[in-house]
Each structure stands twice: as structure tokens, then as C-alpha cells.
């Protein structure tokens, strides 16, 4: 935030901070701390925003709807919830998921890559 001077207060910065920390959520409008970091059933806005980018650069097609189970979503006593009728969009979901991981994620031509950036980082922060 300072380096790209980014005018925050010192309380907007911690409800950032427990947003992406959802374990830090209070007793009042918890749900709102399901949003973006959803350790309840781990269904949030950012994994949407990663499985719909990482599918479309791949040029995989997602069959789960994310706009809608966002239309489908409640909150009831406090938590996200969604109807019955989405379930097969969750499974979707996460089938996608695991997909991803089986065939692109631990791919072993993009874990090499992943290990010369780790290596190049690390011989970086040597010299730097």
C-alpha cells in the first residue's frame, strides 16, 4: 500500500486484511467474510475469479455457471448459502477444480517451470 501510495487507513487495511483471512471473522455479518475467502465450504469469489481465468487461458471450457450460483446465493443464520437446485453447479465447481489440478496444475511441464522461477527468485534475491 505505501509503495504504490495507496490511501488507506490504518482500519481499512485490517478489514482488507480479515476479508482475505476469513478464520478472523466476528460474530456479526460473518457471511460477509465468506465473500472472498470462504473457509467454510471453500466457495468464494476468488475461486471463480481463478478457475474462469486459468479455463478461458487454457482454452478449456468450465460447465459450471459462477454468475450463477452468485444469483442462487442467500444468507440465512448468517452464512452463504445456496438452493438446492445449484448442487450440480457445485459439483461443477469443484470437478473443475480437481480437473485443473490433474491435467494442468501439477503438470510436469508447468511444475518445471515453476521450479526454474523459484530458482531464478532465489538467485535473484542473492544479488539484489
Keep these: 500500500i505505501d509503495q504504490n501510495a495507496l490511501e488507506y487507513d490504518t482500519d ?5 486484511k480479515d476479508l482475505i483471512d476469513s478464520d478472523r471473522r466476528p460474530n456479526q455479518n460473518g457471511w460477509i467474510y465468506e465473500i472472498v475467502s470462504n473457509s467454510r465450504n471453500s466457495i468464494d469469489v476468488d475461486k471463480f475469479d481463478y478457475l474462469q481465468r486459468d479455463c478461458y487461458n487454457i482454452g478449456v471450457k468450465s460447465t459450471y455457471d459462477a454468475s450463477r450460483l452468485m444469483k442462487f446465493c442467500r444468507v440465512i443464520n448468517d452464512e452463504i448459502c445456496f438452493h438446492s437446485k445449484e448442487v450440480y453447479n457445485v459439483y461443477e465447481l469443484f470437478h473443475t477444480r480437481y480437473s485443473l ?8 511441464a508447468a511444475k518445471a517451470i515453476e521450479f526454474m522461477i523459484c530458482d531464478a ?7 539484489l
Design 101 to 108: 489440478f490433474k491435467t494442468v496444475y501439477t503438470h510436469r
Design 121 to 127: 527468485l532465489l538467485n535473484a534475491d542473492q544479488t
Design 12 to 16: 481499512e487495511v485490517s478489514f482488507l
